[in-house]
């Protein structure tokens, strides 16, 4: 596997475009189209919020049939809590985007990304319909990903290319962060592209597996957004015979789609609002699955711990009390406490480490806490983001 | 019922004082003994969080044969996380401080507040409990109330007087918050001193009641300590001849705790961590009161919801997000939000708002968030704070 330029654009027969249609303020674009040349086989995963955004509710019915031609996409307005008028308006989008496409709307699977309770403005978003479809570009990959960002800083990009049974194949993705994010799923938008020849129950089942440990394990504020989703479109145009059974080549694909998730996964928790560093938090000697992913999702959550190492204070204590009220089972005498390489914490008592190396390792841009339970075999690992005054300061004043 | 002054030391038969000890910087009170003339019935509501201090684990031993006759606390160091050496130096603060009082050590109730994982400095602890027991003084509530605060801005006292069975009894209490907070329980200190005669199991009965509906409502950030407690000691000088059955004069007395520690409760929501303001959070119309508790909870710690507020912005969209997550079952078709009196979003759609009004709202230092679900008769009610700059300057650096 070796990585590639070219975005959502890399893999063959994948066309991708994004323009300003003035839903965002300053000129900022806001509209993109990702789009196959011929109807791609699809997956997605969508978020478990009760409450579901308009255009999202159109995808998880058109994505059923499991095929698709283009994603159209829009920031700075969700498509969320506006009534009838949401979800009609989600069809419209998907109906112009069609007709300009030349393929069925039910082909086109819409995503919208922004603030709720406000009504798309439908002639903006039409006419940058038109527009992005005839930008449509193999070098658009660029602008579409700039197009979908909402609060990020940093665009999200990444592609690959792998061997699959004598052909060479790709992988490539955009991502969209940065606040409202926990999972279940999905925590974000991204679209990810492969000119892979892979059968839908193997795609499927690729991308549910390879969500689960990178997407679904990011939180930036433990809010599960109403919106967002992960979808993937798979044109066939490496040529490979195709992957139709379990087996190493399907483990090729799927480790090389989890390496690209696992990236974007990590940048979106880099980038989060405010964000001055990355956090992993690693939990291992669970007793169950159950319990590793309760206590890293605690500690990960924690506006506590989160502030204390925006302040590069080795304040463990808020780390052991995460994980006291995470609802896992553990013995507190036995609970060790790692940040970095420096243990703070062993048998659930307090070390007199080094406070200068504690503050060495926190002042670098990712750090890692690591507990060990002692308990049993499972282990599960977030990526999170300290919480800064900017956090306050983007979140104080989004949507006036 | 009145409201009279005088906080723990208001009942009759209690004295209180606070000292410094040199545990806390700047000659800042930290080291407070509330006490009753003679042994009290007790009763007592303890954190949840599976990790518990060493104080705190002393004072759930002694406290389980329901007398005490007094309540020594330091502010400053938690006590918790340091082995051995905690639970013993618990002990012994409890010996000394027996000895002075004249009573067994096993009457004597302790609590620690502060950094976790640190041993206690027992010369300075053991010193500063001598100098409080001599202060001991029926004017004592201020001194003592002051030595238990730890991030605390506000001092939270209370006292009420009531008539029961022919006699004026009277409620003190005092407490301390102000992070890491959030149910269940309890969620900071707090001591209650009643001069009514009452029995051990209605005493009982009538704290964790109460506690339930007050103190376990309250959440600033989500992070429940490993330290908490409410106690409560009752030494039945009010001369009243004796609450022993439930009835007129039970719920006399209990509703009475519960304006007490409601009082405190939203004292603590609203002196929370940078606060600017008191949020109360209410959910109407569940289809159960798990429903209720889940959504008031999820919508109380939503980073997303707090800073909204803090920012003055009617960003209801992460209200229905946050009752969206919260696991609660409800259809999004029918919810009905409203900031303060003004009605946003109606049957999950949004309403054309008058910003203006919205503004007006938010601008007042305590704002209500009610959700309608429209399923069942259940509700319940949270109090939380604003998210602002000054949380994460706080929490930044609390420990060094």
Known sequence: MKIISGGVTAPKGFKAAGVSCGIKKDNKKDLAIICSDDIAIAAGVFTKNVVKGHSLQLTMEYIKKGCAKAVVINSGNAN?????????????????????????????LVGSTGVIGVPLDMPKILNGVKETALKLSPEGSNDAVEAIMTTDLVKKEMAVEIDIQGKKARIGAIAKGSGMIHPDMATMISVITTDVNISKELLDK????????????????????????????ANGKAENPGILNEGTEYDTFKSALEFVC???????????????KLIEVVVEGA???????????????????????FGEDANWGRIITAAGYSGAEFDPNLIDISIGSLLVCKNGTALDFDEGEAKKILEKDEVQIKVNLKKGTFKDRIWTCDFSYDYVKINGSYRT
Do not use: Q, W
Request: charged share 25%; with cysteine.
């Open 80 to 108: 969320a809590c506006v009534g009838e008028a949401g979800f009609k308006n989600a069809k419209e989008i998907a109906e112009v985007t069609g007709n300009l496409l030349g393929c069925d709307p039910e082909n086109i």
């Open 206 to 233: 690729a991308l549910k597996e390879a969500v689960a440990h990178t997407f679904n394990r990011v939180s930036v504020d433990g809010d599960t957004s109403v919106c967002d989703m992960v979808v993937i479109l």
């Open 262 to 276: 696992e990236h974007l996964s990590r940048s979106i928790a880099k980038d989060g609002e405010g964000a001055t």
């Open 287 to 309: 007793a169950s699955s159950d319990d590793a992913y309760k206590m890293v999702s605690s500690i990960a959550k924690s506006p506590l711990v989160k502030t204390a190492i």
